[in-house]
C-alpha cells in the first residue's frame, strides 16, 4: 500500500523515460495522469500526488527520505475526504482521521509506530462526541466511555488487551422520562464521584460516595426514595463505649464509635448526661471526612460539614432534617472556591436554583428543578463567560428554543417533550455563516437537511423520512458544482451518479 500511495503498477505508463532525479508526471493506459511528483535517485520523495483513472484525486502527502511523512488526504473517486492519516518513516504516528460517505468526521485515532495508542474517539453526525476508547499496543485497553446526544455517559466498557471484560449502561431514563438503573457521577478525570441504583426515578438500594482517589467514602441504603438507617449489612466494625463515672449521669452512655483494625472507621457519637447526641462525626481509616450532629436514631439532622479525604480541606456544609439533606447546600473544590449551590427538599431533592462553578470561581451553569426533576432555564457558560448551552425544562423535559454550543458551531432549535421538533439551524462560530439547516419531528430527522463550508456554499443535501434517507442526496465542491450523487430507498443506497449499484459492483 506504502508505494501504491503515489504511484501505481510500477509507474504505470509514460510518453518518456522518468527522470530519476526531477518532476515526473504518470499516466493510466487511457491517458489520464496516474500519479505525480519528485524522483531522487529514481524514488519519491518530497510531495505527491495520487489519481484515478477517472481523473479524480486519490491521495496527496509528502515523503521525507523516500517514506511517507507527514499528513496524507484520501478521497473517494468522487472527491469526498475518506481519510486523513499521519505518518512518520513509513509507519502511522499521530493522528489518522476517517469521514463519511457525506465527508462528515467519524473516528479520530492516535497512532503510535503503526499500533494505535493513546485515545480513539467516535463521533456522531452533528459532530458531538460518541465513543473514547483507550488502546496500548494496538489492542482496547482500559474503560471506553460511550455518550448520548446530549454528552451524558451511557455506557461503560472495560478492556483488558483487546478483550471486551465487561459492559455497563449507566445514567439511562425509561421510556416515561424516569432515571432508572445504574446511575454514575463522574469527577473531572471520569473517576467516579458517587454511584447507586433508580428505580421508577427513585433511588433503591445501595448508593456509594467515593474520594477523588478512588477509595469507599461512605454507603447508604434507600429503599423507593426512603433512606434505610444503619442497615444491618454494612456495619461490620469493632464498637467501643465510654461511660460516665460520676455525677447524676454516672453509668449512662459518653461516647459512642466503631472501629476497624485500632483506626477509627465510621460514626463516633458522643452524648450529653440527659441522653441526647452532643455530636457526631464520622471517619475514614482514622481521617475525619464529616461532622456535626443526629438524633438518637442515627439519623443527621442540622448542620453538618464534610472534608476531602484524606487531606481534610472543607468539601460540603449544609443541613440535614431527619437523615436527608435539606435547605441551603454549598459544594467546595479543594483549594476553597465554591463549586456547587443551590437548596434540597426535606427529601433530599434539588430545589429551585442551583449554580455551579469552575474552580476560578467563575459561573458555569445554572439550573432550576422542583421536587428533583429539572423544570425551568438551564444556562451553561464557557470558560470565557459565553453561553454554551441554553434552555428551558418543563417536567424534566426540554422544552421551546434550545442552543447548543459543540466545537466549531451554535446549535438552535425548538423541543417538545422532550424531542426535537420543527426547524434545527448550525451556525460555524467563526464566520456567523449557516453551517446546517434541517427539519425534526419527534426526534427523527424528517425532510430537506442541508450542510454548508464555512464559506456559505452548500456541502451536502437530502431528504429524510422518519430518519431514514431517502430519495436523491447530493454532495458539492467548494466551488458549487456537484461532486457527487447518492440515490437512497429506505436508507439504502440504490444508485451513485445515476449509476445503479449493482452494476457498479459489477465492474
Not at 460516595?209 to 456495619?235: A, D, R, S, V
Not at 451513485?496 to 452494476?503: C, H, I, P
Request: aromatic fraction near 14%; charged fraction near 30%; avoid cysteine.
Amino acid at each position: 500500500m506504502l508505494f501504491g500511495i503515489v504511484l501505481t503498477n510500477d509507474f504505470e505508463a509514460q510518453t518518456s523515460d522518468p527522470n530519476p532525479n526531477g518532476f515526473n508526471t504518470f499516466y493510466f493506459d487511457n491517458g489520464a495522469v496516474s500519479s505525480e511528483g519528485n524522483l531522487l535517485n529514481g524514488k519519491p520523495e518530497g510531495y505527491w500526488k495520487n489519481y484515478y483513472s477517472s481523473g479524480g484525486l486519490k491521495s496527496a502527502g509528502n515523503r521525507k527520505n523516500h517514506l511517507l511523512d507527514g499528513v496524507w488526504k484520501f478521497y473517494s473517486e468522487e472527491g469526498v475526504p475518506t481519510e486523513e492519516i499521519s505518518y512518520q518513516e513509513n509507519l502511522r504516528s499521530g493522528p489518522t482521521k476517517i469521514f463519511s460517505k457525506e465527508g462528515f468526521i467519524l473516528d479520530k485515532i492516535e497512532y503510535e509506530s503503526d499500533l494505535k495508542n493513546g485515545l480513539s474517539y467516535t463521533y456522531f453526525l452533528s459532530g458531538g462526541l460518541k465513543r473514547e476508547t483507550p488502546f496500548e499496543n494496538g489492542r482496547e485497553n482500559g474503560t471506553s466511555y460511550e455518550y448520548n446526544q446530549e454528552g451524558r455517559i451511557i455506557t461503560l466498557r472495560v478492556y483488558k488487551n483487546g478483550i471486551l471484560s465487561k459492559q455497563q449502561n449507566v445514567n439511562r431514563k425509561d421510556a416515561e422520562g424516569n432515571k432508572t438503573g445504574l446511575w454514575t457521577e463522574f469527577n473531572s478525570d471520569k473517576t467516579i464521584k458517587a454511584e447507586g441504583n433508580y428505580k421508577n426515578g427513585e433511588k433503591d438500594g445501595y448508593w456509594k460516595e467515593y474520594t477523588e482517589k478512588g477509595n469507599l467514602l461512605e454507603t447508604t441504603k434507600f429503599q423507593t426514595g426512603e433512606l434505610i438507617n444503619n442497615p444491618e449489612e454494612l456495619t461490620n466494625l469493632d464498637v467501643k463505649e465510654i461511660y460516665f463515672e460520676e455525677g447524676e449521669a454516672e453509668g449512662k452512655l459518653q461516647f459512642r464509635g466503631t472501629y476497624r483494625e485500632g483506626k477509627k472507621q465510621g460514626t463516633h457519637l458522643w452524648f450529653s448526661v440527659t441522653g441526647s447526641i452532643d455530636s457526631a462525626k464520622v471517619y475514614n481509616q482514622d481521617v475525619l471526612i464529616a461532622r456535626g450532629n443526629m438524633e438518637r436514631g442515627g439519623l443527621r439532622i442540622d448542620e453538618w460539614q464534610s472534608f476531602y479525604y484524606p487531606t481534610g480541606e472543607l468539601k460540603s456544609k449544609g443541613v440535614y432534617t431527619r437523615g436527608y439533606k435539606s435547605g441551603l447546600w454549598t459544594y467546595y473544590f479543594m483549594n476553597g472556591n465554591t463549586e456547587q449551590t443551590g437548596r434540597y427538599t426535606a427529601k433530599a431533592k434539588p430545589e429551585g436554583e442551583w449554580k455551579w462553578y469552575y474552580d476560578n470561581g467563575q459561573l458555569l451553569r445554572e439550573e432550576s428543578f422542583v421536587n428533583g426533576e429539572e423544570n425551568g432555564w438551564l444556562i451553561e457558560y464557557g470558560d470565557t463567560g459565553q453561553i454554551i448551552t441554553k434552555g428551558e425544562y418543563i417536567k424534566g423535559k426540554e422544552e421551546g428554543e434550545w442552543l447548543y454550543e459543540i466545537g466549531d458551531h451554535k446549535e438552535q432549535g425548538s423541543y417538545e417533550y422532550g424531542a426535537k421538533m420543527g426547524v434545527w439551524k448550525h451556525t460555524y462560530l467563526n464566520s456567523g455563516e449557516e453551517k446546517f439547516e434541517g427539519e425534526f419531528f419527534d426526534d427523527l430527522e424528517q425532510g430537506k437537511h442541508v450542510w454548508y463550508y464555512p464559506s456559505g456554499q452548500k456541502m451536502l443535501e437530502g431528504k429524510y423520512t422518519s430518519g431514514v434517507k431517502e430519495g436523491d442526496w447530493r454532495r458539492y465542491n467548494e466551488d458549487g458544482t456537484l461532486l457527487i450523487s447518492i440515490e437512497y430507498n429506505s436508507g439504502i443506497e440504490v444508485k451513485v451518479d445515476g449509476v445503479k449499484m449493482k452494476e457498479i459492483e459489477s465492474e
